[in-house]
């Protein structure tokens, strides 16, 4: 089931590894996604 009954938004966590030889390098990221707002109501 899809949170917030929409599947426009979501939290994404990437992890990723690396390896060269005898070194190993590990990274990871975070990502919120939500739906744009199109409809800017004018500045008042």
Request: charged fraction near 20%; charge should be positive; proline fraction near 5%.
């Amino acid at each position: 089931e899809r949170k917030y009954q929409t599947n426009n938004a979501g939290n994404l966590r990437v992890v990723a590894t690396v390896q060269q030889g005898d070194k190993t390098l590990q990274g990871d990221g975070h990502l919120i996604v939500t739906v744009q707002r199109w409809n800017n109501p004018p500045i008042r």
